[in-house]
């Protein structure tokens, strides 16, 4: 009589060392560390541009501004971490925290370039404004549905 000896024991412990061993760190090739693993003081600059309008001018969105008002984001230009630049971040959307701080930022500057300083929460690509550091209009035509 033979014994039957069960093999699926023996995958799973195959399977769980392999998931395990995938999972490692290679000593060649470190996982990269960027602004996006963590929350990080900073300057940014760059466009406060109204999303509802951005995605209804470039990509036909339904978007219904002049009756809801316009929400913008921080289309960053230039991220100072630290006193050193993080050119990854540039094209970044951000979008900004409710707080006291971002209300100026959230329904005003339309289109203008600003420069501020606060939190970014990288992973959720959200900037906790502390203060705005600047604000210059964009010299562009006033648009119809816009006006200063």
């Known amino acids: 009589m033979k014994t039957f000896r069960p093999i699926m024991p023996s995958l799973l412990a195959l399977a769980l060392l392999a ?7 290679h000593p060649e090739h470190p996982k990269k560390q ?3 693993a963590a929350v990080s003081e900073a300057t940014v600059a760059g466009q ?3 999303l509802g309008c951005s995605l209804k001018k470039e990509k036909g969105a339904a978007a219904q501004c002049s009756k809801y ?3 913008h984001v ?3 230009t230039k991220a100072t971490i630290d006193g050193k630049d993080h050119p990854e971040m ?4 951000l979008h900004y925290l409710d707080t006291d701080s971002s209300q100026s930022v959230i329904g005003g ?6 420069t501020m300083t606060g939190k970014i929460y990288a992973d959720e690509r959200v900037l906790e404004v502390t203060k ?3 604000s210059e209009a964009a010299k562009k035509p006033e648009h119809p549905e816009h006006p200063k």
């Open 19 to 25: 998931v395990s061993t995938s999972a490692q760190e």
């Open 34 to 36: 960027t602004a996006s």
């Open 48 to 50: 406060n541009v109204c």
């Open 69 to 71: 008002g316009h929400r």
């Open 74 to 76: 921080l289309k960053v």
């Open 90 to 93: 540039n094209g970044w959307v």
């Open 109 to 114: 500057h339309h289109e203008e370039t600003v």
């Open 132 to 134: 705005l550091e600047s």
